[in-house]
């Protein structure tokens, strides 16, 4: 039997988490942004997800928890392009591309950037020759492209 999520709970904390088992469910971003789904625990916990629309989940948010148990949720790391602008002006043409192409980014503290990987960015990259690569890491974007809706 799932157990249903139809809102997060409010405890955040690490903290307030003792005496309970901590059990976690680990999705990548395309999943993190799905807020109906069926997922599974890594104790194997069924949850159903009937979250509003527009939800998106990031690394460590509670999902779940009650007398004996506390479900969150993991960033699993996948593939990303990191791009690396050589300047002020190289890094505002990648973001306005990316934002023209209604792209989620994550822009780093050291300047570079992180999106979803596909050929037709990497060609681009190519194209213009702005230095990136391909990494594997959790992808919590703190930037968001524009759907127009």
Request: charged share 25%; proline share 5%; hydrophobic share 40%.
């Given at each position: ?144 492209g524009n759907s127009h809706d």
């Amino acid at each position: 039997m799932s157990i249903v999520v139809e809102a997060l709970p409010e405890h955040k904390d690490a903290g307030d988490f003792d005496g309970l088992v901590v059990d976690f469910v680990e999705l990548n971003y395309h999943d993190r942004c799905r807020p109906r789904q069926i997922v599974a625990t890594a104790g194997g916990r069924e949850l159903a997800l009937a979250l509003p629309r527009g939800t998106v989940l990031t690394d460590g948010v509670v999902l779940h928890r009650d007398q004996e148990v506390v479900v969150t949720v993991v960033a699993k790391p996948e593939q990303v392009v990191r791009i690396q602008p050589e300047d002020n002006r190289e890094l505002c043409v990648v973001a306005h591309h990316l934002g023209n192409w209604h792209r989620s980014l994550e822009a780093l503290t050291d300047g570079s950037v992180l999106t979803e990987v596909d050929a037709p960015l990497e060609d681009w990259l190519k194209k213009h020759g702005i230095v990136y690569s391909i990494e594997t890491r959790a992808y919590q974007p703190n930037l968001k492209g524009n759907s127009h809706d």
